[in-house]
Nanobody, 127 residues
């Protein structure tokens, strides 16, 4: 089991940028695939991006492709989600999650496949 602490949310104007961080303790992050999810009021939790145990394996939901970038820093035991060109529809609580998969080249975006979760960080995009 790994404990996750996500941070970096805030209020930003449309077109702005934020960097979310998911810091792990209790185990090394390179043992896990890491995913970022978001949940807006009244909506289901949505997979945003993930990175597999092998750093070449990444995936993004279509609505954020070309704007968001996920990266892992194994020395700091942290995964980052860099969000650029933010839009009001990106407003949500963002959560990171971890799960060990045997494959190093696969990371899913389904929330039911992840067992360890951070507490969430609010991202609000508004002028």
């Amino acid at each position: 089991q790994v404990q996750l602490a996500d941070s970096g949310g805030g209020l930003v104007q449309p077109g702005g940028s934020l960097r979310l961080a998911c810091a792990a303790s209790g185990n090394t992050l390179d043992y896990y695939a890491i995913a970022w999810f978001r949940q807006a009021p009244g909506k289901e939790r949505e997979g945003v991006s993930c990175i597999g145990r092998g750093d070449d394996a990444t995936d993004y939901v279509d609505s954020v492709k070309g704007r968001f970038w996920i990266a892992r820093d194994n020395l700091l035991n942290t995964v980052y989600l860099l969000m650029n060109d933010l839009k009001p529809e990106d407003t949500a609580v963002y959560y990171c999650a971890a799960q060990h998969f045997e494959s190093r080249t696969w990371c899913p975006l389904g929330p039911s496949l992840y067992t360890d979760w951070g507490q969430g960080t609010q991202v609000t995009v508004s002028s």
